[in-house]
């Protein structure tokens, strides 16, 4: 591993520190690329504005004739947690804007696949729906949307994934990342999105005189459902997305959001008004998906849509269980592939440039997280595949990779189908992710030929784990009340959290519950205490280090602990 420090434009932290921030925090904005003060006003009226969205205008019309026929709506989500999140606002928006029948549908992982397929429009169309939308998905679904036309139904396509060589025909089309669309932010999640359709919506109602600006149904109450898919979707943090990211805390932080995110906060063990972009990320969002990957993202919606606190509270409980039934199918699965993956080379030697593993009892709702996991590991590019468990597919294999930077993982899948054909019956996804299929007795082709695309494409720099930090921290800002401050700020990706780096004593280090570090460091010159979870091996008595601030409380007493993301051996 190689620990660099992010450049940190004077220019721009001195006037961030002139405007008024703190200067710990405009050194960390100006190394994030802020540039002024502006650019950290999270007021709903600097969003982008919904017009800039090509086929918003024509969206927002379908929905208003629709509403005004009182025709059905029937909402397909995509069953991850921007999927959910988007199909609640999508379902609490369309009736809060006058929408009296909205029904949604949820595609099962396993039956079903992914998206708007033949057989979800079909199932549509029996609920007796008027108008499909999709949310968070269907801007790949070509034969899906020519399904449900060919029933009769109109289509409203709202999605942010990258589209392929030809569009779905669908009456209107609303995703950023389509050809000819202006709108600044290509980032915004599909929960996003769905939140500036029912914008355009209200502005179109508007203008037909149902209500004015005075007595217009609000819609900033769904922005904590908007967060929280933001973050848990991990699309990049960009002005537009920080801004929608900050609104919905605040509301949290106030006590102003769904029985169902009260009530996972409250399973987690968090409160809302110490609520960070962390418990989106590793609190709530990976209990919503837990139902998505090992039961029915119903509950998941379920759990979003309901006002009924008690309910939500049951919801919530279920959806814990699942997640830790999920951990525990994780812990046991990790294992298994980390021995597989450690299997493919000799100690001393360096992993292969790709690593594709499979094994007959690996459940496929988890293959995605336990190929990150062990792309975590070894900075490999990671494959890790399933028996699918789909009717009539028994013997295809179902796989999630992960990436890392430099590596396009999309890219690679298209060139191993072009130089193996029939070795991939399916592939889709982008740079850091992806999926595919691939048929059980070709899995050693498909593993020997993204290795070799691995091998053309990698060279020994970017196989090199490279951690970018905020440099040494300085000992006055070792405090529990700036930690704070630095944890109510809006974190994640491409917006990254504060990490600092600098070499640390090592006075005493153990094993705690066998799988973390317990450390004692000495920090310039003050003892304070560390933990590196998930890692075992001992480190030297002088170490560079990079690390997150914390805050442990014990007995009353708060202090500052480092939480180690990764050390430099020399």
Known sequence: MKIIARDIPPRAAWALEQAGIHPLLARLYAARGVTAKDDLDDGLARLL????????????????????RDQRLCIVADYDCDGATACAVAVRGLRLLGAQQVDYLVPDRVVDGYGLTPPIARRVKER????????????????????????????????????????PQADAIVNPNQPGCTFESKSIAGVGVMFYVLLALRSELRARGLFDVASQPKLDPLLPLVALGTVADVVRLDTNNRRLVAQGLKRIRAGQMQPGIAALLRVAGRQPPLATTFD????????????GRLADMTLGIECLLTDDAARADHLAQQLDAINRERREIEGSMREQAQLLAENLFEDGEEPPPAISVFDPDFHEGVVGIV??????????????????????KEHELKGSGRSIPGFHLRDALDLVAKRHPGVLLRFGGHAMAAGCTVPEDRFEEFEQALAQVAREWLDAATLTRRLETDGPLAPE???????????????GQGFAPPTFSEEVEVLSQRLVGERHLSLKLRHQGEPVDGIWFGHTDPLPGRVLLAFRLDVNEWKGERKVQFLVEGAQLK
């Open 371 to 392: 190929a990150s996991r062990i792309k975590d590991r070894l900075h490999r590019p990671t494959f890790v595949f399933a028996a699918s468990g789909a009717p009539g």
């Open 477 to 491: 800002y070792r405090r529990a009340d700036l930690v704070d401050t630095l944890h109510r700020e809006v974190w």
């Open 128 to 167: 007796g729906a008027d108008l499909l939308i999709t949310v968070d998905n269907g801007i790949a679904s070509c034969e899906g949307v020519a399904q449900a036309k060919a029933l009769g139904l109109a289509v409203l396509v709202t999605d942010h994934h990258l589209p392929g060589s030809e569009l």
């Open 49 to 68: 504005p919904p017009a800039g969205l090509k086929g918003i205008e024509e969206a927002a019309r379908l929905l208003a004739d629709a509403i005004a």
């Open 280 to 291: 989106f990320g590793f609190a709530l969002g990976p209990r919503i998906n837990a139902a």
